[in-house]
């Protein structure tokens, strides 16, 4: 079937059909990188808080042992700021493998959902072509 011998308002009808799917197509693949985009920034700020928490505490210890030396290391205050920093660090790395995790599980959601956007511009594409062939007969 050649869409250029159809009649004009049945080709009109059926670019409209395919611009409204592209439409929906690229609106809900916007949706879905946003989505992506606001995962990565809050995990982001969240990694930056802890260290930049961290690196205030070790940049404590520095001025410290500058004006004081080696025999302050051991002060309780020193022992203190070193175990926060430690702290700190290691629940950057716990919050690593848990964004890590709940990344995974949103690509497999957003992955299905592709699948369903596909299938569903696919059907809605059928029935553009099949009202086109319905307005030709229609037509002639």
Request: charge should be positive; charged fraction near 30%.
């Amino acid at each position: 079937m050649n869409l250029f011998f159809q009649p004009s308002t049945c080709r009109t009808e059926f670019e409209k059909h395919l611009k409204k799917i592209e439409y929906d197509a690229h609106r809900a693949a916007t949706f879905s990188a946003e989505n992506h985009h606001k995962f990565f920034l809050g995990h982001m700020i969240v990694f930056r808080m802890h260290l930049n928490k961290s690196e205030e505490y070790i940049r404590k210890c520095d001025t410290i042992i500058k004006t004081c030396g080696t025999p302050c290391e051991t002060t309780p205050r020193m022992v203190r700021w070193r175990r926060l920093a430690l702290a700190e660090i290691n629940r950057v790395r716990d919050d690593i493998q848990h964004s890590r995790q709940s990344y995974k599980d949103l690509l497999l959601h957003v992955h299905r959902k592709l699948n369903h956007f596909r299938r569903r511009a696919t059907s809605r594409s059928k029935e553009a072509i099949a009202s086109l062939e319905a307005c030709t007969r229609h037509r002639l």
